[in-house]
């Protein structure tokens, strides 16, 4: 009798297992099946305006945060309106070579940072000319040319200081952006790839070519911690809204999530054998975008921690960034015309 109640507890046991797997199986799908329908119903524009191809964007951290940014092999920065495609509102012209890198201030709808091909680091407020609709004598308030070149800029969350990468990746300059002036050099034996500040301005993530993640106190720079991510280069990083976790990219194919607060992996994203070259999560953290050493850009569930849509693209795409209120993706890259010559378009994806 003891071992037929025995037996009796033990199939009423697995029968409860199967089920709550069955229901959580359920759920999985019911979840997949309702983000791929988001995605299979976004709204898609187009932005055209650029003659060559657009290699960098951010978004102005305005009120409706509307404002799109973007920087063309054109040498030209133009300010986009999104809720009014018709034209740019202002185009920004005075580099010699193409654009490479744009980083808004995130405490100012005007401030913004721009490098270039041609060396240098301008800063730019466009507040006058925004409010009065005035696209003449458009004019960096500050501007200094680099020696090497830069590879990366960006700046702090309370936008009081930025960092930059020399552009053979061996050296990390931070600045004061009150009086534009350097007040930290730190060299390194490694090449360094993107780097992200902490959304409380107390550490620096960097990234490196020997799949680690360089952790540097704020206060004076000096390292803190060091984690092995990955087992190749690291080329990404990018630190989530709330604080709460980062997420990079790398050689390896993977995008691997981490906890801030124990500096461990808990998760790990895959959708092909190709390079990761960007990858950043939507403003509500519910959706990671990735671009490749190639074409296409891929969308993963933060929840379920797997690919749940791909935009298929004929061209390599060099840039992807999340509005900052909404889930809107804006993405650029090598598009061609009718002619084989390139075209200068961004491409905007918004999810209900």
Same mark, same amino acid.
């Given at each position: 009798?003891?071992?037929?109640? =025995?037996? %009796? !507890?033990?199939?009423?046991?697995?029968?409860?297992?199967?089920?709550?797997?069955? !229901?959580?199986?359920?759920?999985? @799908?019911?979840?997949?099946?309702?983000?791929?329908? +988001?995605?299979?119903?976004?709204?898609?524009?187009?932005?055209?305006? %650029?003659?060559?191809?657009? #290699?960098?964007?951010?978004?102005?951290?305005?009120? =409706?945060? *509307?404002?799109?940014?973007?920087? &063309?092999?054109?040498?030209?920065?133009?300010?986009?309106?999104?809720?009014?495609?018709?034209?740019?509102?202002?185009?920004?012209?005075?580099?010699?070579?193409?654009?490479? *890198?744009?980083? $808004?201030?995130?405490?100012?709808?005007?401030?913004?940072? &721009?490098?270039?091909?041609?060396?240098?680091?301008? @800063?730019?407020?466009?507040?006058?000319? @925004?409010? /009065? *609709?005035?696209?003449?004598?458009?004019? $960096?308030?500050?501007?200094?040319?680099?020696? !090497?070149?830069?590879? %990366?800029?960006?700046? *702090?969350?309370?936008?009081?200081?930025?960092? #930059?990468?020399?552009?053979?990746g061996n050296c990390l300059f931070i600045y004061d952006l009150s009086n534009f002036k350097q007040i930290k050099q730190i060299d390194f034996k490694t090449q360094i790839n993107e780097f992200d500040f902490n959304k409380t301005d107390t550490k620096l993530f960097i990234t490196d070519d020997n799949g680690h993640i360089n952790i540097l106190n704020t206060s004076n720079y000096d390292e803190m911690n060091m984690i092995e991510g990955h087992f190749f280069p690291i080329n990404c990083i =990018?630190?989530?809204? $709330? /604080?709460?976790?980062?997420?990079?990219?790398?050689?390896? $194919?993977?995008?691997?999530?981490?906890?801030?607060?124990?500096?461990?992996?808990?998760?790990?994203?895959?959708?092909?054998?190709?390079?990761?070259?960007?990858?950043?999560?939507? #403003?509500?953290?519910?959706?990671?975008? &990735?671009?490749?050493?190639?074409?296409?850009?891929?969308?993963?569930?933060?929840?379920?921690?797997?690919?749940?849509?791909?935009?298929?693209?004929?061209?390599?795409?060099?840039?992807?960034?999340?509005?900052? +209120?909404?889930?809107?993706?804006?993405?650029?890259?090598?598009?061609?015309?009718? %002619?084989?010559?390139?075209?200068? !378009?961004?491409?905007?994806?918004?999810?209900?």
């Open positions: 009798m003891e071992i037929e109640t =025995n037996l %009796h !507890n033990s199939l009423n046991s697995f029968s409860n297992v199967s089920e709550e797997e069955d !229901n959580h199986n359920f759920d999985y @799908l019911q979840k997949l099946l309702s983000y791929k329908e +988001k995605f299979q119903n976004c709204k898609k524009r187009d932005i055209t305006g %650029h003659k060559k191809r657009v #290699y960098t964007l951010d978004w102005l951290n305005h009120n =409706n945060s *509307n404002i799109l940014i973007t920087g &063309s092999v054109d040498t030209t920065i133009k300010i986009w309106d999104i809720n009014n495609l018709n034209d740019y509102l202002l185009e920004i012209k005075g580099n010699n070579d193409s654009i490479t *890198n744009l980083s $808004s201030n995130p405490n100012s709808p005007f401030i913004f940072l &721009s490098t270039s091909a041609d060396k240098y680091i301008k @800063l730019w407020d466009i507040r006058m000319n @925004l409010l /009065n *609709n005035n696209n003449s004598n458009i004019k $960096s308030f500050h501007s200094e040319k680099t020696k !090497n070149g830069i590879k %990366h800029i960006t700046f *702090n969350n309370s936008g009081t200081q930025f960092a #930059y990468s020399s552009r053979d =990018n630190i989530s809204k $709330s /604080n709460k976790n980062f997420i990079t990219g790398g050689l390896d $194919s993977l995008i691997v999530m981490y906890d801030m607060n124990e500096l461990m992996s808990i998760k790990v994203f895959k959708r092909s054998e190709q390079c990761i070259k960007k990858c950043q999560f939507s #403003y509500d953290e519910k959706f990671i975008a &990735s671009i490749y050493e190639g074409t296409n850009v891929d969308f993963f569930s933060v929840e379920l921690g797997c690919p749940i849509f791909t935009i298929f693209t004929d061209n390599t795409e060099y840039c992807i960034k999340w509005n900052n +209120k909404n889930n809107i993706l804006a993405y650029s890259g090598d598009d061609k015309n009718n %002619h084989g010559g390139e075209d200068g !378009n961004v491409h905007l994806i918004e999810i209900s």
